[in-house]
Structures are given as C-alpha cells and as structure tokens.
C-alpha cells in the first residue's frame, strides 16, 4: 500500500506570514563595480533601471528590515586574495576579476552596510556554491530569505533556486532587482517564478513592518 | 602594487580538449513520470521534442561515452523514503511526490543504465544542492560533466549553474535537452550560455570518440 | 563599546528536552562486515562488548524511538558502484572495499530496519562529509541526534564532532557503541564529550518514552 | 562476477611525494587568545609544548613553504559579527566569544601572515564545516593539506578527519602541534594516525624544500 505524505509536510501556498527572527533581506552584487557607467559595458536600460527602481526599493527595504528586526545581509563579487587565486573556475574562465578591499568591491554609498551587518565576499553565481552563507544564516535562525539586487536573471536567479532546494522559503522584490534590459528582467521573473514567492516592495515593506 | 592573476588561472576559452577518465555524461530526469503523456499535464512540443530529438541524441551520447570510457550517470526525481519525509522544502510546496522504487521513477527503457552506473535519486532542482553528486565525481576523478536530459530550463539550467560555480567545466548539449516549449528551450540555452560551453550531439559524439 | 551575545545564543546546558519530531537515533555501522568475527581482526574485546552490550542498547534505543515517534536513521559502509571507484580517496588509501549490495554491507538481523527508516551507504568515516545526511534530516525536520554504533573512536567520534559543528544538538549513548578495546572506548568518550551530551541508554529511553 | 578496483584506486602507501602548486600548510587556531597566559585556563603543559616546540616549528614550516612556494593558510576563531549571532551552535552552547577584529583572533605575531596569505575565520571545531575551506583550496588547485596548530586533540584532530574524508591527503605535523597535556596530545597522534600521514617538521620541511 502506498504511504501518503505527513500531514506537516502538505502546503496550501507559498505564502507564508513572515517572521522578523526568521527572515533575512539579501542585497545581491550593490557594489560600485557593478554601477560604474563609466568603465563598464553600455547597457543603459540596466543604469536607468537600477538607478530609478532597483535601488531605492533595495533602500527601502533594508530600512524596513532594520525597523523589524530582520536581517540585512550583503553579498559582493570580491577575490578573497589580492592575486585570486581562491576564484571559482567560472570566475576565471569568464576573467572575473575584482580585487580584495577594492573601492569595485565596495557597496554603493546609498546602501552602506549598517554596524555588524555581514558582507559577504563570493566568487561565484550563487553564494550557496562558495560560500558559508547558509551555514551564517542557518546559525542565525532565518528561514526565509527575500532576494534583491543584480543581476535579475543571473546572480539573482540563481540563488532563489539553490535557496528553495536548501529549504528556506525564497521571496523575491520583483522590482528591487535589475538586468540588461527590461526584457531579460521580465523573462527571469518567469523563469524562476515556480521556485519562490514573488512580491513587490510595497508588499513586502508592509509585510516586514507587521511581521513579528 | 595590484597583484596579477597566476599564469594557470588565465584561460583563452571554455573549449578544452575532453579526457575520457576526467569526463561525464549526466542525463537528468530521463523518467517515467516524465515521459507519461497520459496522465501528466499537455504539453505537445515537449514529447515531440524529447522522443525525435532529445531522446536519440543522449542514446548516442551514451552509446559513445561507454565506448570511450566516459562515465554515464543519472538522475532521477525520487524521494528516498516513501511517504516522502525527506523530501526539499521546495519539493513539499510544489507536491512532487514520486515514490521510492516506483515505475514513475525509473530510467525510461530507451536509455536504460547499463551494470555499475550510477542512478542518484533527488528531490531537489539541481543535484548538487541536494545528492552526494559532487562526492562521487571528485572520487571517481571527474571535472568536465557533459549535460542532457529535462527540463532545459529548470534542472538543466539549474545544475549548470551550479557545476560552473563549484568548479567543473560544463558542457550543454543542446539537442539532447528539452522543456515544455521550443521557445522556452531556446531562451534557457541563451539564459545560461556564458555558465558553460554549448555544443551540439554531433559535435560532442565526435569529440568523444577521439577522446584520450 | 563591545557586542553582547543576543538573549536566544545564550544556554546553560546542552541538557536540552527531547521533542519526538525533532529527534533522530542514527545506528552506525551495525553491519554483517563489521561484526564478522571469522574473517575480520581478532578483536575479542570488541565482539564482547558489541554483543553483550551496544548491540541489545541499540535494539532497545531503536524500539523505544519507533514507539515514540523518534526517526530511527541507519548508516553502513557499502560502495556505490561495484568496483568501488566512487569510494573516498581515504577508503582507497586504506584499501575498504565493500560491495554494493553485498551481504556485508547489510545490517545485522538483530537490528533490521523496519518499514521506511533510511539506510544510507558511505565510504567515509563521518557520514556528514560524503553522504546527504544534513540535507534529509533537516528535510525531515530534525534538530537533535542520538549517535550509536561502531566504532566509538572513529566513525561514532567523528559524526559526533561533525554533527556538533553543523548545528545539531548531539547526544552519544555511551554503552551503545564499542570499539576495539575497553580503553580506547573510555579514552574516545572523554575525548569527545565537549561536543555532545553523554548519556546511558536507560537513561536515553527513559527520555525517549516521555517526550512529545 | 565481483568487480575490482580500478588500477588509479589501489595505493601502496599514504606518503606521496609532495608538489608545491598542490600542498598548503594550515596553521590552526595560533591567535592570541590561545597564547594568552594569563587570562585563560592554567595549562603550563600547554604553554611550554606550544613557546618551545610547536610555534618554532610552525615558523619553519611556514618558512620553507614560502620558499618552495607551498600555500600557507591560517585559520582563527572569530566570529563574524559583533555579537557573535553567527556562531555555531556548539560555540553557543560552549560559550565561545571572540569578537570579529579583536585582539584575541589576531594571529600571534611570531607567526603573522605575509602578503596575501589567507586568514579564515571560524566558529567551529574544524573548518571544513563552517568555511569555504574546501572552495578555497580546490579553487587554488590543492590536494594536500599539512596540518599544524591546536588543539591536537580537537582542531587538528577534527580536521584532519574531514579532509581525509573529502579528499584530501592529510599530514599531520607532530611537533608542530599541542594540546593541554603531553599524554592528551600523545594520545591523540594514535587516535588519527590511521586518517594521515604523520610526519616530524623537520622530514617535512625536507620535503618541502625538495618538492617541485
């Protein structure tokens, strides 16, 4: 005879009710290399994007965030040695390569980490691979990680699915994050929609400030 | 003084040359309950897809990995216990439930594993996240992994990203996957394009065969 | 002005109540290979102690956990291939080699395997390090591990200390291990003991039988 | 038929020669909270073991290391935050405290960092566990790791056993470690000696100097 699942491990939605001790705000890639106009690739749909959108919604959910008690977390693309040796074979295959203590590694300025808030260096797509985040944040308590920031269908993509095989519950702030274009952008949101809850901003702001 | 990256840690292209000894081939999902058009959701362009094109062209992977010594692996959707307890948190929200040793969970018989490959059940997208996959392929001293199977754009995608991160050398073999829609195929090959080297079955059967 | 350590990080003692869904009994290595006294090392102190003492502890350990709901959880030494080549470089180097499938990979009439409990075959000393261990038992919703089996210095130390690390309240059942001699069994458990809590099997099943 | 090994997995012996590109030298837990005499635990077997024997040695391996240009890796106890929420469980539960950039997590200055080296905070027993250690080193290209440091009972014991168990040809430096007591550390030399290879610093240092 078949045995049917535990009556715990049957869900109706995605959607559960947050909890600030068990919830963390990861803030994906914010950092000056990304945002360099100047030096980097054109991709102008990216700039404005981020510029008008992605980024005050990151700020005001990190805000949000430290009110509730949940949270901040960041993550930069940053060589753990000067000569980055340590980078993952992608990093040096796609010659990734941003120096330890780089002002290119740094968060931008309108997203400075707060006192004892963690960034995390990585050299990879998702930081599950390569580093010892959710060792941190299972450490922590959190269970529930709302995904922000760069690349929409790269970095960001990737870690919402390696969080929902992990088994925290992964959010999505559809317009806290940003690609290339506006077209990459929407396809991710699709593409990864099954693995995780999606929401905006305003939603989740007002979740985070009810949220005990 | 910036310090420069080493001499080995600068590659010109994805494209190196296969070892036989150093390669695998990972057919993913290639199941039952996969290929049960009777009983799961529509989907024309997918079965068609699978059995003129996706099907035949890993059979002749296989067929050429075994002949060279390349290692044949699977995969396969399956929980470990059979209620299912063990199943990801991810798993349990979507109600993917396929049993232990169930029909639904076997290799399709077009592809069956031939003695002492390995057949690794999952419950997660990607495999790395979830098996001891990446243990059993250092051991046997693998790091190039050839990748086919279903669905392109959810563990195809999924577990190419994730063996770029953690260091091996991925190759798609783009006309031995297949997801619901040609469209939906085409926009994964080019969503995870820069994670991996993109070959045809063709391509890769030859460069098997003259493998060391 | 330094940090102080949040209220939920500070504990008084690893004497923690036993909650039934949250507990697992994992039995080590309690297999034909190990307990076969005709072919293996002399080891007369080890038969002895095995099957006086750790064997009929661990029988009443595993009744006592299925009555009150505690996951009973085995683990053997078994290759997964047949020629062994996915075994660890260390059971290469120390030339184990038990086949997959065989009679000696099997568990022990004494102590089979009801309906559903997992068996999970290694080729590692610590079944963390090569095997998906963490991810089923967090999948199954388990915070809290009673450890048991062979041998107390090696596999049953080491899963201890691991097991510590990775965030589980660790529990070892003394007189349900052994190991060679009396006096590596004593010298292990005191030199493992800052990593878990200790306890008799009596005083384990009394635990067992009254926890929710 | 039962299958054999292959011929690349039978070993005759556990000391291979060594290769520079592919050897590091990790130096565990030798900060300044360990060294600190007068604050902590009365151990003047400890102190003296450690000041004439082991911290010596450590300096000479790290010295011809940085010769022959093997990797040489620190590991330290440190939190991650401020307020040490980050900290395993075990540490919690030990009341283990040592606040990110404190003086305590510095390495001792007889054997401070050169450039570039790697410095890896943990809060764990072996690092294996709670770091990208393992990430770091495969990225860098190594394969074996010459274990130095202390406790040899705990640290160096521990880690020892996991890399032993993910891959790693593991040396143990005998005299380039220490524990509370003479007979602990005697004791625990025999305990791992079957997961490495153990050898005096100066036939390592011998080797080193003559590897490739």
Same mark, same amino acid.
């Given at each position: 005879?078949?045995?049917?699942?535990?009556?715990?491990?049957?869900?109706?939605?995605?959607?559960?009710?947050l909890v600030?001790?068990r919830?963390?705000?990861?803030?994906?890639?914010?950092?000056?290399?990304?945002?360099?106009?100047?030096?980097?690739?054109?991709?102008?749909?990216?700039?404005?994007?981020?510029?008008?959108?992605?980024?005050?919604?990151?700020?005001?959910?990190?805000?949000?965030?430290?009110?509730?008690?949940?949270?901040?977390?960041?993550?930069?693309?940053?060589?753990?040695?000067?000569?980055?040796?340590?980078?993952?074979?992608?990093?040096?295959?796609?010659?990734?390569?941003?120096?330890?203590?780089?002002?290119?590694?740094?968060?931008?300025?309108?997203?400075?980490?707060?006192?004892?808030?963690?960034?995390?260096?990585?050299?990879?797509?998702?930081?599950?691979?390569?580093?010892?985040?959710?060792?941190?944040?299972?450490?922590?308590?959190?269970?529930?990680?709302?995904?922000?920031?760069?690349? !929409? $269908?790269?970095?960001?993509? =990737?870690?919402?699915?390696?969080? +929902?095989?992990? #088994?925290?519950?992964?959010?999505?702030? &559809?317009?806290?994050?940003? !690609? $290339?274009?506006?077209?990459? =952008?929407?396809?991710?949101?699709? +593409?990864?929609? #099954?693995?995780?809850?999606?929401?905006? &901003?305003?939603?989740?702001?007002?979740?985070?400030?009810?949220?005990k």
């Amino acid at each position: 005879m078949t045995m049917k699942p535990r009556p715990q491990d049957i869900f109706e939605t995605r959607a559960q009710p947050l909890v600030a001790g068990r919830t963390g705000l990861l803030i994906i890639d914010a950092q000056n290399w990304v945002m360099d106009e100047k030096n980097r690739q054109p991709r102008p749909e990216f700039y404005e994007a981020a510029r008008t959108a992605a980024i005050p919604n990151m700020a005001r959910l990190a805000d949000a965030s430290r009110k509730a008690g949940v949270e901040v977390i960041y993550t930069v693309m940053e060589n753990f040695t000067e000569d980055g040796r340590d980078r993952s074979l992608d990093y040096k295959l796609s010659n990734f390569f941003i120096p330890k203590g780089s002002w290119d590694a740094k968060v931008i300025d309108e997203l400075a980490p707060q006192r004892d808030e963690m960034v995390i260096p990585k050299t990879s797509s998702s930081l599950f691979n390569s580093t010892n985040f959710e060792y941190l944040v299972r450490n922590i308590g959190l269970d529930t990680i709302i995904v922000t920031g760069f690349l !929409t $269908d790269q970095c960001v993509d =990737h870690t919402i699915r390696d969080g +929902a095989d992990r #088994g925290f519950h992964m959010i999505c702030a &559809t317009d806290a994050c940003a !690609t $290339d274009t506006k077209a990459r =952008h929407e396809a991710a949101l699709k +593409a990864f929609k #099954g693995y995780c809850r999606s929401e905006t &901003t305003a939603a989740l702001v007002e979740a985070i400030s009810g949220c005990k």
